[in-house]
């Protein structure tokens, strides 16, 4: 709200101090960059949905369950709700600190760790079979259970695969052992010590540089937890 210690308390006054009309543009092409990320966050919520629709429908019926049309689209809704990063489902007290000076990028690591559990969640529902309770993707009888399997080993890729190839693949070729990996933690900044990064190495000089990749990897944040207690 107005008057807390937040940038709009510094940026409002100064972006007044320039004259209405340079304001007025300003928050004008504020607006307009806004739109056009909320339309690209949209875009992919609706893709997602239209996609699941069909392939939970076709697969109802492969299985002769016959689903109203008003059912299977509150189910798929209610999917996209639970795994696709939604700022409108930021709980209130990341709301409230994110006005303070402390809560610097807050909404992006609680929607990851809310849509992360419910990414596990969507996976348990599809593999377990709905008679004896089993998780057996095998003789799991539940017809999901193969989009629940497709679920299962995109997440694996994206957390686990993806990150230790990159990891291990930039290894092999700039010739970087896992010992001078490891040593090379004693020499990196504070907060990428327990980072996934991707190694080089300057063919003239022989010096090993780096790239923090757990700052393009978006399941960092439920990833770094474990392996900051395995370090």
Not at 77 to 94: H, L, S
Not at 137 to 165: D, E, F, H, Q, W
Request: glycine share 8%; aromatic share 10%.
């Amino acid at each position: 709200g107005e008057g807390n210690i937040a940038t709009d308390s510094v940026l409002k006054p100064m972006l007044n101090s320039l004259g209405k009309r340079t304001s007025r543009g300003i928050k004008k092409a504020g607006k307009f960059m806004q739109d056009l990320y909320v339309a690209e966050d949209d875009f992919w919520k609706i893709m997602n949905y239209e996609t699941q629709l069909v392939q939970r429908g076709d697969r109802y019926a492969k299985a002769g369950i016959k689903i109203p049309k008003d059912q299977l689209e509150k189910e798929v809704a209610q999917i996209v709700q639970d795994t696709i990063p939604n700022y409108a489902k930021v709980g209130e007290f990341v709301r409230a600190a994110r006005m303070s000076p402390f809560g610097n990028f807050m909404s992006w690591p609680s929607e990851i760790y809310r849509t992360g559990f419910g990414i596990f969640e969507q996976i348990v529902k599809d593999l377990r079979d709905p008679v004896t309770r089993s998780l057996n993707p095998v003789t799991s009888k539940n017809p999901m259970k193969g989009l629940g399997m497709k679920r299962l080993i995109g997440m694996s890729t994206a957390m686990a695969a993806i990150p230790y190839g990159l990891i291990k693949g930039s290894q092999a070729i700039f010739g970087v052992s896992n010992e001078e990996a490891d040593a090379a933690n004693d020499f990196v900044a504070p907060w990428a010590e327990d980072s996934q990064k991707i190694y080089m190495r300057d063919p003239e000089t022989d010096e090993l540089y780096y790239i923090d990749w757990s700052k393009n990897n978006v399941y960092d944040t439920l990833t770094r937890p474990f392996q900051t207690v395995l370090r």
